[in-house]
Nanobody, 126 residues
Framework: QVQLVESGGGLVQAGGSLRLSCAAS????????MGWFRQAPGKEREFVAT????????YYADSVKGRFTISRDNAKNTVYLQMNGLSPEDTAVYYC???????????????????WGQGTQVTVSS
């Protein structure tokens, strides 16, 4: 079966840090862009960050730029999201996803991804 499994979420105080991981299995990983999205209660899913197939290019939402870092280890079939300087506004379920083949440029929309993980909860207390 194809799976993207997120881990590393939890409860953290404002100003703290978390590192999310997303492990892929049963699907091709190393030639695809990967992305992170998040969804807070009552709000639409929003783009967070994306990274190209070899890790040479990254792109971030304005809301997280300078605080979050996306990276990948193709040998481990894993993509990461390092989150620093967290605030309560970052509280959400975080999802990783695989970009569709042949996407040009940074993919920032839901429909530009074809496989999704189940999500991991990140809660930031004030």
């Amino acid at each position: 079966q194809v799976q993207l499994v997120e881990s590393g979420g939890g409860l953290v105080q404002a100003g703290g840090s978390l590192r999310l991981s997303c492990a892929a299995s049963g699907l091709t990983f190393s030639i695809y862009a990967m992305g992170w999205f998040r969804q807070a209660p009552g709000k639409e899913r929003e783009f967070v960050a994306t990274i190209n197939w070899n890790g040479g290019s990254t792109y971030y939402a304005d809301s997280v730029k300078g605080r979050f870092t996306i990276s990948r280890d193709n040998a481990k079939n894993t993509v990461y999201l390092q989150m620093n300087g967290l605030s309560p506004e970052d509280t959400a379920v975080y999802y990783c996803a695989r970009g569709r083949a042949h996407t040009v440029g940074a993919a920032t929309k839901d429909y530009e991804y074809d496989y999704w993980g189940q999500g991991t909860q990140v809660t930031v207390s004030s």
